[in-house]
């Protein structure tokens, strides 16, 4: 199955996430599918989230299914229907 994630960058105490499509079977941090947005928890609030609306409207059309958080994260901005 296709997932919608965050796969992890940054340093310690610094995260930084990057909203990838992924096969579930693969680890967090390995190959992706595409990357779609950002996620910066510790930036400001209207820094915080970005990414391409209308990809993540297709990958959601084709069955991608999203983690919590990211499904949290879209419903922020509205993009998941």
């Known amino acids: 199955m296709v997932r919608i994630r965050l796969k992890k960058f940054?340093?310690?105490k610094r995260p930084y996430y990057r909203i990838v499509v992924?096969?579930?079977r693969?680890?967090?941090d390995g190959t992706t599918i595409e990357e779609i947005g950002i996620y910066h928890p510790i930036?400001?609030?209207?820094?915080?989230?970005?990414f391409d609306t209308e990809r993540v409207r297709y990958w959601l059309s084709v069955g991608a299914q999203p983690s919590d958080t990211v499904r949290k994260i879209l419903n922020k901005k509205n993009a998941a229907q």
């Open 43 to 50: 930036e400001a609030e209207e820094k915080q989230i970005s």
């Open 22 to 24: 992924q096969d579930s």
């Open 10 to 12: 940054g340093t310690k």
């Open 26 to 28: 693969k680890p967090r």
